[in-house]
């Protein structure tokens, strides 16, 4: 089945682009462009659903002027020995323009609790031994290692990783991974366990924020 997603002025996760591991992240309201999946309006946008031809999991898309975003989400636990779950989003964006486009992180919510990715490296070699336990390695999150992730582009607090540029009819596929700020997240079943609520996330492209709204219960495990 296939919808318009409406335009809107106000995206009320917008993240401020300056901010720190350590310390709780700063959003504001803010006045832009976007487009969300699932809502109709007379635009022109559209979403829609597939699935994956190999692993059958959900795939969201979100097409409009010229850009064509399809996003999925992921979760894993931190580690056998913590509590806490590592909920992770990832978005391929193909530009069918003639000009180049930007790519930004544009802000990610966990029922209605604003939140930032976490601070991704590829190794914590050369990282200073006091600021290891800040940072994620990606070999050792299993989203990642597993292909779930692209580990090719991803968002993290280090500023010189929130800008990408996607080339006229080119792609590129960008990941981003946040810790659930939930104490109490997780629901089990004889189907298995997944996050509850909702989560929001979003893709600035240029100056239009693609917006993803998923019920926590459609998250693909992606853990071990």
């Given at each position: 089945?296939?919808?318009?997603?409406?335009v809107?002025?106000?995206?009320?996760?917008?993240?401020v682009?300056?901010?720190?591991?350590?310390?709780p992240?700063?959003?504001?309201?803010q006045?832009?462009?976007?487009v969300?999946?699932?809502?109709?309006?007379?635009?022109g946008?559209?979403?829609?659903s597939?699935?994956?031809?190999?692993?059958?999991?959900?795939?969201?898309?979100?097409?409009y002027?010229?850009?064509?975003v399809?996003a999925?989400?992921?979760?894993?636990?931190?580690?056998t020995?913590?509590?806490?779950?590592?909920?992770?989003?990832?978005?391929?964006?193909?530009?069918?323009?003639?000009?180049?486009?930007?790519?930004?992180?544009?802000?990610?919510?966990?029922?209605g609790?604003?939140?930032?990715?976490?601070?991704?490296?590829f190794?914590?070699n050369g990282?200073r031994?006091?600021?290891?336990?800040?940072?994620?390695?990606?070999?050792?999150?299993?989203?990642?290692?597993?292909?779930?992730?692209?580990?090719?582009n991803?968002?993290?607090?280090?500023?010189?990783?929130?800008?990408f540029?996607?080339?006229?009819r080119?792609?590129?596929?960008?990941?981003?991974?946040?810790?659930?700020p939930r104490?109490?997240?997780?629901?089990?079943?004889?189907?298995?366990?997944?996050?509850?609520?909702?989560?929001r996330?979003?893709?600035?492209?240029?100056?239009?924020?693609?917006?993803?709204?998923w019920?926590?219960?459609?998250?693909?495990?992606?853990?071990?």
């Amino acid at each position: 089945m296939r919808r318009r997603p409406a335009v809107t002025l106000t995206f009320l996760v917008c993240i401020v682009p300056s901010f720190a591991q350590h310390e709780p992240p700063t959003f504001r309201s803010q006045a832009a462009s976007a487009v969300v999946w699932g809502h109709d309006n007379e635009f022109g946008a559209i979403s829609s659903s597939v699935l994956d031809p190999v692993t059958g999991n959900t795939i969201h898309q979100l097409s409009y002027g010229g850009m064509d975003v399809s996003a999925r989400v992921g979760f894993e636990k931190i580690s056998t020995s913590e509590t806490g779950e590592l909920l992770n989003f990832t978005a391929s964006i193909v530009n069918n323009t003639a000009s180049d486009a930007s790519l930004r992180y544009g802000g990610s919510s966990v029922d209605g609790r604003a939140t930032a990715p976490l601070s991704v490296v590829f190794t914590n070699n050369g990282v200073r031994k006091r600021q290891r336990e800040q940072v994620w390695e990606v070999a050792k999150m299993h989203c990642f290692s597993s292909g779930f992730l692209s580990s090719q582009n991803f968002f993290s607090t280090n500023a010189a990783s929130q800008t990408f540029t996607v080339p006229p009819r080119r792609a590129l596929t960008v990941s981003f991974v946040i810790k659930d700020p939930r104490p109490y997240s997780m629901r089990c079943s004889m189907e298995g366990c997944y996050p509850t609520g909702t989560m929001r996330f979003a893709v600035t492209v240029n100056t239009t924020d693609f917006v993803f709204v998923w019920p926590g219960r459609s998250a693909v495990y992606c853990g071990k």
